[in-house]
């Protein structure tokens, strides 16, 4: 038969797809818990990562694949199943943070994504002085870290930090003093020098 005599046959003549299989208990089972439980596991999954979605549909996905591993376990009898998903889905959600922590994403610089700069250079130094003055903030206590934050970066009075951070101006001071000898120190030890 030929292609237009093909489009043009009656739809009564058109060959039916097979009808497909019969589900189990099983898989029904979990189509009937996904369309249940996926829309509420979405927003939840989506707060616990901050809002992204894509990240949020991932955890779902995997949290899905979980689920369908352990469909024999996932009944009334056994306790509830939106607590299993939710739990299943913060745990994802962990392992995956924990692992982004541990190996942050690698981005390949193209030609264009670094601007020459007036003087030539494309600011490499500048960043790397970022990265170490990161590094360096990171190894003090949190406290001194806020202190230095408000007195040096904010360019604040001990007065006005002390009135941003709610603690006295004394320890404002006393915070700022060993912040400053520790990073001192540490610069020290690490061979790093005014230049």
Do not use: C
């Not at 739809?11 to 818990?33: K, M």
């Not at 202190?147 to 040096?152: G, M, R």
């Not at 101006?169 to 060993?178: A, E, I, M, N, P």
Request: proline share 5%.
């Amino acid at each position: 038969m030929s292609q237009t005599a093909e489009l043009t046959r009656p739809a009564s003549t058109v060959p039916q797809a097979v009808p497909a299989t019969p589900r189990s208990e099983q898989e029904q089972r979990f189509i009937d818990i996904v369309r249940t439980h996926r829309p509420a596991l979405l927003a939840f999954t989506t707060r616990l990562v901050g809002g992204d979605i894509g990240r949020a549909e991932d955890i779902v996905q995997e949290t899905f694949v979980r689920a369908w591993r352990r469909i024999d376990m996932l009944t009334p009898e056994h306790g509830s199943v939106n607590s299993w998903l939710r739990r299943v889905a913060s745990n994802v959600a962990i392992d995956s943070h924990r692992m982004r922590q541990v190996r942050p994403s690698e981005v390949e610089l193209q030609h264009h994504d670094t601007p020459m700069r007036q003087d030539g250079t494309d600011g490499t130094d500048q960043i790397l002085v970022g990265m170490v003055v990161r590094d360096m903030l990171s190894s003090i206590w949190p406290e001194h870290r806020a202190v230095l934050e408000e007195v040096y970066l904010k360019d604040r009075t001990a007065a006005e930090a002390a009135a941003v951070l709610g603690i006295p101006v004394g320890t404002v001071k006393s915070r700022l003093f060993y912040a400053l000898r520790t990073l001192r120190g540490n610069a020290l030890e690490s061979g790093l020098r005014a230049g």
